[in-house]
């Protein structure tokens, strides 16, 4: 599978690390670095088998992290307390905090941008105000990478194991899965990502079904989303991304 995504739209590590503590709703200030590191490690090596090229930066914090759950396991230096060093892990608290407030205040000015476009975008007419209304009432959030790579691990735990003696072998491409996911949001609204997976026979078919999903929010053809948190996520056409039908004069 020689198909390389580019992931500049996605999140970095400290994001998944305030996923991992927000999915185990765990108190920012007294985080198990133990237990953090061990599901963070896991979310690299799904990152690994993708070939994801944001990888590089993963490893830097994991690193970090296997470090200060080292120095947690062995006991404390006395020299070190006597120099009075900062602790690493109050460190990547307070690195994690700081991240938080920004995080929170850009995803304030993004909710207002969007009530004021749904509300204040000009519409052709009576009908598609009435509808920019009822979409406006609808709250729902993207949906992450961490929450899509959630999404695609349990789908290959599900997934049966390739029956090794089977002589034909399908081909699968991202290229065709792009084509299949956009055809049937013709067909339906949305999709489940639950359900798209369900549709898969390997496990290979279902990396390359995520490769290709990556690859339409990348290009912002279609929408990850959820009605909240951890949800089931949806998949549907990116209504802004599609050229309006000229009408008939």
Do not use: C
């Amino acid at each position: 599978m020689n198909y390389k995504i580019k992931l500049e739209i996605f999140e970095g590590p400290l994001d998944l690390l305030l996923f991992l503590i927000k999915k185990n709703d765990l108190d920012i200030t007294d985080i198990s670095i133990a237990e953090i590191t061990e599901q963070y490690m896991q979310y690299i090596e799904m990152m690994k088998m993708l070939d994801l090229e944001v990888v590089g930066e993963f490893l830097v914090m994991a690193a970090s992290l296997m470090q200060i759950k080292s120095r947690m396991l062995l006991p404390p230096d006395p020299v070190e307390l006597e120099e009075d060093e900062i602790d690493p892990k109050d460190e990547l608290v307070r690195r994690l905090q700081e991240y938080k407030k920004f995080k929170e205040i850009a995803e304030s000015l993004h909710e207002k941008e969007q009530y004021r476009k749904d509300f204040f975008s000009r519409a052709s007419d009576e009908e598609e105000t009435k509808k920019l209304k009822e979409e406006a009432k609808e709250v729902y959030f993207d949906a992450s990478l961490f929450d899509l790579i959630t999404a695609l691990s349990d789908a290959l735990k599900r997934t049966p194991e390739e029956v090794l003696h089977e002589v034909v072998q399908e081909e699968y491409t991202v290229e065709q899965k792009i084509h299949d996911i956009l055809h049937h949001l013709i067909d339906q609204s949305q999709i489940t990502i639950r359900a798209l997976f369900a549709n898969t026979k390997t496990k290979v078919e279902a990396i390359v079904t995520f490769l290709a999903v990556l690859e339409l929010i990348r290009l912002k053809e279609i929408k990850a989303i959820q009605k909240k948190p951890f949800s089931d996520i949806e998949l549907m056409r990116n209504n802004e991304n599609i050229a309006p039908t000229e009408s008939n004069s």
